[in-house]
Antibody, heavy 119, light 107 residues
Framework: QVQLQESGPGLVKPSETVSLTCTVA?????????WGWIRQPPGKGLEWIGS???????YYNTPLKSRVTISVDTSKNQFSLILSSVTAADTAVYYC????????????WGQGTLVTVSS | DIQMTQSPSSVSASVGDRVTITCRAS??????LAWYQQKPGKAPKRLIY???SLQSGVPSRFSGSGSGTDYTLTISSLQPEDFATYYC?????????FGQGTRLDIK
């Protein structure tokens, strides 16, 4: 059974960069599929951030594209999110998930990690 | 981007009731639609994919239907554990987009 676990700082200052990592257990990222990040501001809905294939192919949501980098480390069975120049609007629970791609549906999610942007 | 509009935004119902939630897309999804259930403090859980395919392990009281731009999630007989927020998600094209959610409360 696949399990995903997000890790990263809970508090970030405005204008700084936040880095999150998703560690996958029970399934090899190199087996295929797309892996992605989805966020949810407190009390609000879900927003897709971006997706990555083990080959390194990435897709990003246009509004975030200039500030987002997603990378993969197959040796550690992890993928990561870097979000730069954060503002209070980036305060959200960040989820990593499997099967985050068009013509597919996220089926396994991490528990989520709250990132708060505040000075 | 494909806009997803759910209705109602919230609904109150009782145990045993039949509840239907609707999701309308701004363009034809060709049935590339999923439904998720989210409880407070938890990640979303996939219930239905490909508009009407029931996720393994999900009770059969949940069902999905629809085509084109209009889709529905039906809970045939509400159970106490079903009170949660429900989201639709389109997978027809990038960017992946979600509905704004429907909160299902106990009456």
């Amino acid at each position: 059974q696949v399990q995903l676990q997000e890790s990263g700082p809970g508090l970030v200052k405005p204008s700084e960069t936040v880095s999150l990592t998703c560690t996958v257990a029970g399934y090899s990222i190199s087996s295929g599929l797309y892996w992605g990040w989805i966020r949810q501001p407190p009390g609000k809905g879900l927003e897709w951030i971006g997706s990555i294939h083990y080959s390194g192919t990435t897709y990003y949501n246009t509004p975030l594209k200039s500030r987002v980098t997603i990378s993969v480390d197959t040796s550690k069975n992890q993928f990561s999110l870097i979000l730069s120049s954060v503002t209070a609007a980036d305060t959200a629970v960040y989820y990593c998930a499997r099967r985050v791609f068009w013509n597919d549906y996220p089926d396994s999610w991490g528990q989520g990690t709250l990132v708060t942007v505040s000075s | 981007d494909i806009q997803m509009t759910q209705s109602p935004s919230s609904v109150s119902a009782s145990v045993g009731d039949r509840v239907t939630i609707t999701c309308r897309a701004s363009q034809d999804l060709s049935r590339w639609l999923a439904w998720y259930q989210q409880k407070p403090g938890k990640a979303p859980k996939r219930l239905i994919y490909a508009a009407s395919s029931l996720q393994s392990g999900v009770p059969s009281r949940f069902s999905g239907s629809g085509s084109g731009t209009d889709y529905t999630l039906t809970i045939s007989s509400l159970q106490p554990e079903d009170f949660a927020t429900y989201y639709c998600q389109q997978a027809n094209s990038f960017p992946i987009t979600f509905g704004q959610g429907t909160r299902l409360d106990i009456k």
